[in-house]
Nanobody
Framework: QVQLVESGGGLVQPGGSLRISCASS????????MGWYRQSPGNQRELVAL???????NYADAVKGRFAISRDGAKNTVYLQMNSLKPEDTAVYYC?????????WGQGTQVTVSS
């Protein structure tokens, strides 16, 4: 069973930066895509950033130019570097891995942007 474990969330002031991580129990290259989603209270889970197995990133318009998704194959870990954080970025951030016939989610990590 594949496990995705997020870490690195926390409280940060507006304008600050934070990097969250997703460690996979399987090689990250076994997924067609790996990505980050977020969900805030009262809202649906939304895509934040996606990284294809070829290494091509895609971002939601709300985070373009501020967030960057990356990976370390040796560590089987995917990262989300978040800069210029805004209060509206506050949410639980979930790691996701998709294969052709299966999909996996982490348990989520809370990111709170507040002064």
């Amino acid at each position: 069973q594949v496990q995705l474990v997020e870490s690195g969330g926390g409280l940060v002031q507006p304008g600050g930066s934070l990097r969250i991580s997703c460690a996979s129990s399987a090689t990250i290259f076994s997924f067609n895509t790996m990505g980050w989603y977020r969900q805030s209270p009262g809202n649906q889970r939304e895509l934040v950033a996606l990284l294809s197995v070829q290494g091509s990133p895609n971002y939601a318009d709300a985070v373009k130019g501020r967030f960057a998704i990356s990976r370390d194959g040796a560590k089987n870990t995917v990262y989300l570097q978040m800069n210029s954080l805004k209060p509206e970025d506050t949410a639980v951030y979930y790691c996701n891995g998709k294969r052709t016939f299966s999909e996996y989610w982490g348990q989520g990590t809370q990111v709170t942007v507040s002064s």
